[in-house]
């Protein structure tokens, strides 16, 4: 198996199981990329991090973590299908992010611009903006 971290967006509401041994765990469907290039997921969420998951409904934006395997399978029609299957131990709903973050707000550039400058320490000498690294100018 490989480690794997990705964000997606959940196709249907999650649902919530309980294991033999009477824990939660939560089954979602998830889809990565966009438009033609969507690529579906199947995620199983276990430990605290299926507290969490279990509050996903259709549509949620959310980043996991997890183990991720290529699974195949015999379908009803008797075609062999293949997908991939994630055990995931993190799993987080999300917002605003990647291509969808909104503009930035300017109220918030504004707060930015009026944080004070940079001081020296009391007793320690000024700062230097010139990269220590950078070629000497002749």
Same mark, same amino acid.
């Given at each position: 198996? %490989?480690?794997?971290?990705?964000?997606?967006?959940?196709?249907?509401?999650?649902?919530?199981?309980?294991?033999?041994?009477? $824990?939660?765990?939560?089954?979602? *469907? %998830?889809?990565?990329? /966009?438009?033609?290039?969507?690529?579906?997921?199947?995620?199983?969420?276990?430990? !605290?991090?299926?507290?969490?998951?279990?509050?996903?409904? $259709?549509?949620?934006?959310?980043?996991?973590?997890?183990? %991720? !395997?290529? =699974?195949?399978?015999?379908?009803? =029609?008797?075609?062999?299908?293949?997908?991939?299957?994630?055990?995931?131990? !993190?799993? =987080? /709903?999300?917002?605003?992010?990647?291509?969808?973050?909104? $503009?930035?707000?300017?109220?918030?550039?504004?707060?930015?611009?009026?944080?004070?400058?940079?001081?020296?320490?009391?007793?320690?000498?000024?700062?230097?903006?010139? %990269?220590?690294?950078?070629?000497?100018? *002749?």
């Amino acid at each position: 198996m %490989i480690d794997c971290a990705f964000f997606g967006f959940l196709a249907r509401d999650a649902d919530a199981r309980t294991s033999q041994a009477g $824990k939660l765990w939560v089954r979602l *469907s %998830i889809g990565v990329g /966009r438009d033609d290039n969507v690529q579906w997921v199947s995620v199983a969420v276990f430990g !605290k991090a299926a507290e969490t998951a279990a509050q996903l409904v $259709k549509g949620d934006r959310c980043y996991v973590e997890g183990t %991720i !395997k290529l =699974d195949t399978w015999t379908g009803n =029609d008797g075609a062999e299908r293949h997908g991939l299957n994630v055990a995931a131990f !993190k799993c =987080d /709903r999300t917002h605003n992010i990647g291509r969808n973050r909104p $503009k930035r707000d300017d109220a918030r550039d504004a707060d930015r611009s009026s944080r004070p400058t940079r001081q020296a320490p009391a007793g320690g000498a000024a700062f230097s903006d010139e %990269i220590p690294f950078a070629p000497v100018q *002749s």
